[in-house]
Nanobody
Framework: QVQLAESGGGLVQAGGSLRLSCAAS????????MAWFRQAPGKEREFVAA????????SYADSVKDRFTISRERAKNTAYLQMNSLKPEDTAVYYC????????????WGQGTQVTVSS
C-alpha cells in the first residue's frame, strides 16, 4: 500500500515563498498522477495542481496557475509544490494525493501540512 507524507508547510508573510514536498513510500506500481489539494477553514477542499507521473503533464487551478509550480522526481517517488507570491487567501492545510488511473478518484492521501500566509 502506498503512503504519502507531506512536509514543508509553515508560516510565511504575504509575497513570500514555500516549497512543499510529498514523499511516497511502499510503492509497488506506478501511479497515474499526484496532486495537491488544500482546505481552508470553513471552505471545501479544492484542487490546486496535479502532475502526470510518467509524462510530467501538469494542470493548475486558475487561482494559482501563475504562482505555483508542481514537479516530481520519479526516482525519489516525490512530488513538489513550489509556491511563490503567496497571498493570505492561500492559507490552508495542503494535502498530497495520488490515484492509479485518470478514471478513478484520488484514493491515497497524506495527512496534510499547514500553510499560513500573514498580511
Amino acid at each position: 500500500q502506498v503512503q504519502l507524507a507531506e512536509s514543508g508547510g509553515g508560516l510565511v508573510q504575504a509575497g513570500g515563498s514555500l516549497r512543499l514536498s510529498c514523499a511516497a513510500s511502499g510503492r509497488t506500481f506506478s501511479d497515474y498522477d499526484m496532486a495537491w489539494f488544500r482546505q481552508a477553514p470553513g471552505k471545501e477542499r479544492e484542487f490546486v495542481a496535479a502532475i502526470v507521473w510518467n509524462t510530467g503533464f501538469t494542470s493548475y487551478a486558475d487561482s494559482v496557475k501563475d504562482r505555483f509550480t508542481i514537479s516530481r522526481e520519479r526516482a525519489k517517488n516525490t512530488a513538489y509544490l513550489q509556491m511563490n507570491s503567496l497571498k493570505p487567501e492561500d492559507t490552508a492545510v495542503y494535502y498530497c494525493a495520488s490515484r492509479t488511473s485518470l478514471f478513478t478518484s484520488y484514493n491515497v492521501w497524506g495527512q496534510g501540512t499547514q500553510v499560513t500566509v500573514s498580511s
